[in-house]
């Protein structure tokens, strides 16, 4: 009974500690802002923003409520982390598999990388990229095409933009194939394990999803127009782009930053996971014939991704969170709009202030929970 007493009692005094500090704060929050005459409350969301956004996702205009403010700033947030982490998990492992590389050149010049770039300040990369480099770029009455059909000017990347018809056919072969290649993966894992075969899933892979979505352009009535950007004069001396897919330049050079930064931690992460296979599974695996490729992809990576993971998903967090650095080039991203600018407005800080850390909060956690399932997918199973 007293062992039991002693296992409880901390639990019950760390719980009541946590409950008294909270009611304090949240007590001394309601005493001051009474005195000052502000209500709590969440109803200014449903009030006119009275402001617009150079860059959104969804429709929006200074008309729409605080709370569609919201939901598209959320959305400018989540399309810069989800291109970071994209774009740093490619240049990572490629940095990472190639500071382990015999070449003295690659070796040399991926050690490089990783030294300049994440002993930089971010901040300070994005500066960089957004007031030196893109502001060299010319203006867009100056630019040449690349490719013949995008337009990189100083007032961002102009791509064409696709016009569907039948766009439902085209997803529905898409997620038919990418359903076939899933089950195509279950069974050749399941005949490498108990036959010691091992099937082209790569090039069934590829096939699959070329062919069915083919096939919906071929009989499904599926047509692909592009609408490509052209210049037009505003006024005498001011063109722009019109058509098409415009890219801000903040947008790019916040992406920049934020992957060439973290790519440098996600490569070491990588570098570390495979140094830390022994060397005598390596020789093992060349004993019996395997190429280097099929020694990295069968017998490294999987046991590496044990080591990989976890580090790396800390990154992802990372990049995450810092994603509001956005605000100081003007990104109109979560903390720029609405801890920004709504809460001027509105005065509400500890409302906008909560929601904004409730958001990252949720962000964070669900990246997390995401990484620790494939990690727990993955892990090797010892019987």
């Known amino acids: 009974m007293n062992n039991k007493i002693k296992r409880i009692l901390p639990q019950l005094l760390t719980i009541l500690f946590v409950v008294l500090v909270f009611g304090f704060f949240t007590i001394n929050a309601q005493v001051n802002m009474d005195n000052r005459g502000i209500d709590f409350g969440f109803g200014f969301l449903s009030q006119e923003a009275s402001f617009d956004m150079q860059f959104t996702l969804l429709d929006y205009d200074g008309q729409d409520s605080y709370l569609w403010a919201y939901v598209v700033a959320l959305l400018n947030t989540l399309l810069v982390s989800f291109l970071g982490i994209i774009f740093c998990t490619i240049l990572g492992v490629v940095i990472g598999v190639a500071r382990l590389s015999q070449n003295f050149l690659i070796k040399n010049s991926a050690a490089w990388y990783v030294e300049f770039f994440r002993n930089i300040p971010l901040l300070l990369q994005i500066f960089f990229w957004y007031y030196a480099a893109l502001r060299a770029l010319p203006l867009p009455e100056n630019a040449q095409p690349w490719f013949g059909v995008t337009y990189m000017t100083i007032k961002g990347y102009y791509i064409p933009s696709m016009i569907w018809e039948n766009l439902n056919v085209f997803m529905s072969c898409l997620i038919a194939s990418i359903i076939a290649i899933i089950f195509i993966r279950v069974y050749a894992r399941k005949i490498q394990e108990r036959e010691g075969k091992q099937l082209p ?28 950007p052209v210049l037009k004069q505003l006024a005498q001396t001011s063109f ?53 490729n099929q020694i990295l992809k069968l017998v490294i990576m999987p046991q590496a991704l044990r080591i990989i993971i976890p580090p790396t998903t800390n990154q992802y967090l990372n990049l995450t969170k810092n994603s509001s650095l956005a605000a100081a080039i003007a990104y109109p991203d979560l903390v720029l709009v609405f801890a920004g600018t709504a809460l001027m407005q509105t005065g509400k800080a500890i409302e906008i202030v909560g929601i904004t850390m409730l958001t990252y909060l949720s962000i964070s956690l669900a990246i997390a929970a995401l990484m620790n399932w494939y990690n727990k997918r993955i892990e090797i199973k010892e019987k």
Do not use: N
């Not at 098409?244 to 916040?254: D, N, Y």
């Not at 790519?263 to 996971?273: H, I, L, N, Q």
């Not at 296979?277 to 280097?292: D, N, R, W, Y």
């Open 201 to 228: 899933v790569l090039y069934i892979s590829l096939a699959l999803i070329t062919i069915l979505p083919l096939l919906s352009f071929l009989i499904g009535g599926v047509t692909l127009d592009f609408e490509m």
């Open 240 to 292: 722009i782009f019109e058509g098409g897919i415009a890219l801000p330049p903040e947008l790019i050079a916040l992406v920049l930053a934020l992957s060439l930064y973290t790519s440098t931690f996600v490569a070491e992460c990588v570098r570390a996971g495979i140094q830390g296979i022994s060397k005598g599974q390596k020789e093992a695996a060349a004993s019996v014939g395997l190429t280097p």
